[in-house]
């Protein structure tokens, strides 16, 4: 089973996540930022992951160290789950249309964490979320989990829709990267034998 469960604390969050790759899209998210768990439940939903999500985390000072330390422990969860990463399809991309906004998302489980984030907002704010607050949460999760990360908006003018779209690319990219590609069954994906 390609499961995984985490737990982190710090000063500043206490955060438990579980996740299974394998899943159907099940999901139970509290993180105290309604929007934050909207757009998780997308990542469960339209990934097929079953996810649960539950952190506490210091919304009195700003949204900041919830939105970073959730994509941190997510970010973790998926490469305990992964594993030796035997066997799976690696790359992934999405083009996700949302009304107006177009969002394409490329990544590779490559172990090498990057992110390139060509997303602009016309809001400073969705909900009650600072809409910079979701490059660190990218970032977060891409360098947690290992994955070169590469996200691009090429247009749209609603900053819910904009976010939206970038989650659920990164659902559906994430999903095609992390499943099992039935002609490669046990193999490692790349010539060095080892990811
Ligand atoms: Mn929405």
């Known amino acids: ?13 206490r955060i438990s996540v579980s996740v299974n790759l394998d899943g159907t899209g099940q999901y139970s998210v509290s993180t105290g930022i309604g929007f934050l768990d909207h757009m998780l439940e997308q ?3 339209h990934g097929l992951f079953d ?8 919304l009195h000072i700003d949204f900041h160290h919830t939105t970073e330390d959730v994509g941190i422990t997510l970010g973790q969860a998926f490469a305990k789950a992964l594993g030796d990463r035997k066997g799976i399809r690696r790359y992934g991309d999405s083009t996700c249309p949302m009304d107006e906004t177009l969002v394409r998302v490329a990544l590779d489980i490559s172990n090498r964490p990057y992110l390139i984030w060509r997303v602009e907002f016309p809001k ?7 809409t910079e607050l979701f490059k660190e949460w990218f970032q977060a999760f891409a360098q947690a989990a290992g994955i070169t990360l590469h996200v691009e908006c090429f247009y749209g003018d609603n900053s ?9 690319a990164l659902a559906r990219a994430l999903r095609s990267a992390t499943e099992i590609d039935p002609r490669r069954s046990d193999a490692v994906p790349s010539t060095k034998g080892v990811l």
Do not use: N, Q, W
């Open 1 to 13: 089973m390609r499961t995984a469960s985490l737990e982190r604390a710090t000063m500043e969050t």
């Open 43 to 45: 990542l469960s939903r």
């Open 51 to 58: 996810l649960t999500v539950k952190a506490e985390g210091d």
């Open 124 to 130: 400073p704010k969705v909900g009650e979320m600072d």
């Open 160 to 168: 819910h829709h904009i976010v939206e779209a970038c989650f659920k």
